[in-house]
Structure formats: C-alpha cells, structure tokens
C-alpha cells in the first residue's frame, strides 16, 4: 500500500503530463493546405471574368457577402456592390486585358498578381494607354470563393498613366 502510494506520487504526475503532450501533439490545429490546383484554375476563371466585360462574371466569383477592397478605399460589399467596382473599369477600358502574373498560396494566404492593359477610351477618357501591375490579397470561403479580396496598385502612377500614357511623362 505504501509502495502504491509513492508509485502513484511519484509516475502519476509524469505518465498524465506525457499523456496531456501526446494529446496536444495530436489534436493540435493544422490549417490545411489549400488544394493550389483549384486555386490556380479558379484564379484563371477569376482572371478570364476581368477580360470579359461582363461584371457580372467577377462577382460571381466572390461569396454572396464578399468584399472587394481598392487601394485601402472602401470596401464595395456584396455582389452588386462589387460588380459596380468591376463595371467602372470595364467601362474605362472597353479594351482592357487582365493578366495572372503570379498566383502565391502559402496555407490559408493567396495572393494573385495581376497586369491590367487597356486604353481609357470610356466616356470622359483621356484615350491613353494604360500598363498597371498589383496584387490582391484572397481571404476564400469554404465553397471556394472570394470572401474578402484586398487589392493593390501603385495609384500615383495609374493617375500618371491616364495623363500621359503608358511611356509619356517620364
């Protein structure tokens, strides 16, 4: 009894602190890794929407209550928001081509860079071309669309671009 005792002091508190590790070890959170084949194929959909004029193609690829961010400007929320934001560029560039430069996925981060190509021959344009690269930050939904995109560009020299062209002004 005694000798029970002093085993139960002494490896109890060993053997559950080992037990308490192997369980954390096992049950601990893993993200797993997005599948970067459907990424990639629903990045060259999501690319192939931005080339279609047709807006209604790039909300589609977001959740029904995804967001859309330009530039650190306002979010445009929900598809009818977002296809407004897609619209205005499509009809500032009836022309515009959109590229997929690089498609990042590092767990549950995905990052699309993009070339945007165009003349800005909408109403009000300037009738100069345009060659702007940037970058969205995906955060995706579990049906495999956008939930939130942050997007990125270099605005100063978009503005510079619609002034003076793609070469002009340097």
């Given at each position: ?12 508190p ?7 590790m ?9 993200t ?16 192939a ?10 909300a ?8 859309l ?37 590092d ?35 579990a ?12 605005e ?14 340097r």
């Amino acid at each position: 009894m005694i000798l029970d005792r002093q085993w139960r002091t002494a490896w109890l508190p060993a053997i559950g602190t080992a037990l308490l590790m192997v369980l954390f070890c096992s049950c601990r959170s893993e993200t797993n890794p997005m599948d970067s084949a459907k990424l990639n194929e629903f990045a060259t959909r999501y690319t192939a929407a931005w080339c279609s004029q047709n807006a209604a193609s790039v909300a589609a690829c977001f959740a029904e209550d995804g967001a859309l961010q330009i530039n650190e400007g306002p979010s445009s929320v929900g598809r009818t928001a977002i296809r407004a934001a897609a619209q205005g560029f499509m009809t500032a560039f009836p022309d515009m081509v959109v590229t997929m430069d690089t498609l990042a996925v590092d767990r549950d981060r995905v990052t699309y860079h993009w070339t945007l190509t165009g003349t800005n021959t909408g109403p009000g344009g300037t009738g100069k071309a345009v060659r702007i690269s940037g970058y969205e930050e995906w955060r995706m939904c579990a049906d495999g669309l956008i939930a939130e995109s942050k997007g990125h560009f270099d605005e100063a020299e978009y503005q510079r671009q619609l002034k003076f062209g793609v070469a002009g002004g340097r």
